[in-house]
């Protein structure tokens, strides 16, 4: 089975056309607008206390460990050269994300990233390592 799943998932990454690769590379341009429901366009996560985002089309949502997640609703990531910016509310608190475009190392596994994730969640500051455009592992 796990051969299967290792297989199945080579031949999907195999499919991806040029564009799809080149929106995940930091850097490229110009952005093209993913609006397709359910494609991860970020995610990051950090460590202690450990969290982690998603977002797609339809929504942003936020984990921590211990806590209940909460869903907010997707606008786009507002962006610069080099930083891209999301900001909004749910009826319990409010959330702002930044992601720099600087290489983010792991604290725990020592893995890089090519995006550094600062999130504002309510009155906690968390920071972490991301991504565009693909699940975290």
Known sequence: MRRCLILLT??????????????????SAPERNLSMANVVIWWAHGNEPFWKFTSDSGKVRFESLGEAAEYFPYSEFGHDESTRTFKASNEHTTIEIRMLQQTCTDS?????YPWTAEVTIGKRKLQGCGERGRLME
Do not use: F, K, V, Y
């Open 108 to 112: 725990m596994s020592g893995a890089q």
């Open 10 to 27: 080579l031949l999907l990454a195999a499919c991806q056309s040029p564009d799809a690769i080149r929106e995940r590379t930091p850097g």
